[in-house]
Structure formats: C-alpha cells, structure tokens
C-alpha cells in the first residue's frame, strides 16, 4: 500500500460490479472505498435516492424471469438506458433520457452534495467506479481531479455529462471500443485513457503476470485433455508461458458458477450441477457455486443439492462460496480463481476475467451493456454462449475434448486487457 492516502475510491453499493471494479485500486486509499449509498452520515433524503434505485433494479433483474410478461417489462427498461448501435460513427453527444433525469435529481435535489462536500476537505483525485457520483462531484464543486472506470466493454449514453465539451471528468476506458465511444458521446481526447478494467492484484502477479501464467499453464491441461490445442499451437503457447506449461492435469476439471449481484439466475447452478451429477459422482469435475453475500442463495443451493442426493460431495467436489460482507466475498472469490479452469457467469464485469486466462461459458445476458460484453467476449474468442442446460455434459464434453476451452484460455489471456489495475494506479500517482 502506498505510505500515504493518494486518492479518494469511491463506488455504491449496488450489486458487484461497481465494487469489484474499486476493490483492486483500494491502495491508493489506504484500502479504504468510499460506498456513496450507505457511508456514515449519509442524509437521509440521499440514502433514500439511492435505496429506491437500488430497489427498482434488483426488482426488475428477477422479475425479468417471469414468463411473458417479465420479458416485455425488462424489454421497456431497457430501452430508457440501451448502448446505441456503434455503427455508423456518428455524433451521440446529445442527452439521453436517462442521463436528463439524473441531472435533475443531482441539481433539483442536490443529491450527493453533503458526500463530495465531505471529501472536498481532502482534494485527493476522485476515483469512482459509478457515473452518478462522479456528475455529483463536477456539479458540486469538487475541487480535485475527477476519474471514472468503466466498468463495461461498452457504456450507454449516460455515463458521460450533458455537458460534455466543457466537462471536466477524466475517463479510464477498459477498451479500445469505449474509447471511441466516448468521443462520439463529445468527451475531449485529453480526457481519455484507455487503461483496461483493473483486475485484482493477487490474481495478477505484479506487471510480469506471473500469477497468470503460472494458473494459465496449470489450466490448459484441464481444458485439453487430447492435447488438440496444446499440440498445434506448442509454439505460441511457450512464448506466452515459457516454463509455466504444465502437461499433466493436477486437479479435477473445475468450474465456477457465479450469479449475479440481484441473484439472478441460481437456478441455472443447480441445473449445472444436476447435468454433471455423474462427472461428479467419479471425481471428473468438480463445480464451484458461488452465492456471494445472498444467505437466500446459499440455502438455496445447499437445499437443491441435498434434493438430488449429492450433500455427501458438499466441501469437497462441491464448494459454495459465501461470505458475509463483499470484502470477504471478493477476497474468496479471488482466491477461488487459482483453481479454477472455466467460469460460467452472464457477461458482467467478469467478463474482463478472462484475461486472466479463464474461458468463459455465458449465461443469458440482462441489460444491453452485457449484450455488448457478450458480443466482445465472442469477438475476442474467449467466450461461448450456454448450450442446452438439459444436456450439459454432452456438448460440455465435446468443446473440451476438441481443446476449444484451452484455446479460449489462451486467447482470453492475449487479447484482453489485463494491466488496468497498473496502468490506473500508475496515472493516479502521476496527479
């Protein structure tokens, strides 16, 4: 950690993804993030603000699974914050619908000025892994330097200020698509870096990535048990892993099964683990299910497992990952990922996980942003869409014995970004 607070992090407590994004750069503020929905002293008038947004969301992420109807109203949601399409290149610097009405509240209600007042007493530079709160800081007055990570391959129109051209909020773009996208959306180049998503350190291995390597090469056994992938391209895997390359399996096939902030989704988990009942039984695999901070999950899943007759394998080829508190939750995830030969999520922030070598199978996306990630991780070849949950281990079986996963590892791990976590802290300690 740095001998001194060198910034300000500041994140909301809504779902994972603008969490995880603050928890690698917590360093430079003495491991401390700054939660502007929930932080001590909080007036009520904002934490409310905030919980009602909060609510909605949560509510129509789970209500997206009801039959018909839930579709329709996630369809109309999702228009009011959608990504444009990014062809033709074209001026997008006008005001989105959503972003009007954020500044309303912000202005009208000056929402989130007694937080940016609070920090004003120390101008550090503001990191926020959130738009909203970095409007709040410009239009507050703050007096330092204003950051935003972007936590998505691509962002909707909302992220960047209805003043654009005058702003004075710097951006760190997590890929080359989002740097173009903030220029069609009027942010000035000089107010642009394209840093990559910041990924957390104890999965990374300093700048040389040599924790990467080391997991990478003790993966691709796993995913390539034929030797397919490992054979035709030997080359270009040592010139990535040098002696990192391991040629024997040293652990069980072993997948993770992550839901989402909402808990969305857990039942597509125990249908993973229904699917591969048999795998399990022989030792071939082993699955991960992480439930995060939601006790509703857990039970859920230790339930459902002891409902198909496999509590017996719980703790050892099945492990739940929960924890009380997201800090402990990402601490154990982090530590998970080691281990881990294929992560199975919708197309979060962890899609940006794959540049830690992991091949990732995708869930239904929720929401456009994830749409677009899906689309990146298809692009980059380092994910593939679910096939068939009612018969897993039938195609799961045949893109692993043809070395697909291996070769999405390897691609996931060279064509991802994977300093931002670098990249960000060292441009911070250059203000």
Do not use: C
Request: aromatic share 12%; glycine share 8%; charged share 25%.
């Amino acid at each position: 950690m740095p001998k001194k607070k060198v910034a300000h992090i500041v994140a909301v407590d809504m779902g994972y993804g603008h969490l995880r994004a603050a928890y690698p750069l917590a360093e430079l503020a003495q491991g401390e993030i700054i939660n502007a929905n929930t932080y001590k002293g909080i007036p009520k008038s904002d934490r409310e603000i905030w919980r009602l947004s909060r609510k909605f969301y949560e509510f129509i992420s789970r209500f997206k699974r009801m039959p018909v109807v839930g579709e329709k109203a996630f369809e109309l949601f999702d228009k009011f914050q959608a990504i444009p399409p990014f062809y033709p290149r074209r001026d997008l610097s006008r005001p989105s619908t959503q972003l009007k009405q954020t500044m309303r509240t912000i202005r009208k209600k000056q929402w989130g000025k007694h937080l940016i007042e609070k920090l004003a007493k120390e101008p550090l530079p503001m990191i926020n892994t959130f738009f909203v709160t970095a409007f709040m800081a410009e239009e507050h007055g703050y007096p330092g330097d204003i950051f935003v990570v972007v936590p998505d391959t691509d962002i909707s129109r909302a992220w960047v200020s209805d003043h654009p051209n005058t702003s004075r909020i710097k951006y760190f773009a997590s890929t080359r698509q989002v740097v173009e996208r903030l220029k069609m959306y009027g942010v000035k180049k000089e107010n642009i870096y394209f840093t990559g998503f910041p990924l957390p350190k104890e999965n990374l291995g300093g700048s040389k990535l040599s924790t990467v390597r080391r997991d990478l090469g003790r993966r691709l056994p796993n995913l390539d048990p034929n030797g397919v992938y490992r054979r035709r391209y030997a080359r270009t895997i040592r010139k990535y892993l040098g002696n990192f390359v391991r040629q024997k399996p040293t652990r069980p096939l072993t997948i993770m099964f992550a839901v989402g902030g909402a808990g969305a989704q857990r039942d597509i988990g125990i249908k993973i683990v229904q699917g591969l009942k048999e795998w399990i039984k022989s030792g071939q695999v082993k699955i991960i299910l992480v439930s995060g901070i939601h006790n509703d999950v857990n039970r859920y899943f230790t339930s459902s497992i002891s409902k198909l007759g496999l509590s017996r394998y719980l703790g050892k080829a099945i492990e739940i990952i929960y924890a009380l508190n997201k800090e402990q939750y990402f601490s154990a995830f982090n530590k998970a990922l080691h281990k881990v030969d294929i992560l199975w999520t919708k197309p979060s922030e962890l899609s940006f996980y794959t540049a830690l070598g992991i091949p990732i199978i995708m869930s239904e996306p929720i929401g456009s942003q994830e749409e677009f990630n899906r689309d990146w991780l298809e692009m980059i070849g380092s994910g593939m869409r679910q096939g068939d949950l009612d018969y897993i281990a039938e195609w799961l079986g045949d893109v692993i014995e043809r070395g697909w996963f291996a070769e999405a590892a390897m691609e996931g791990f060279i064509e991802a970004p994977n300093l931002g976590t670098f990249n960000i802290i060292n441009l911070i300690k250059q203000h």
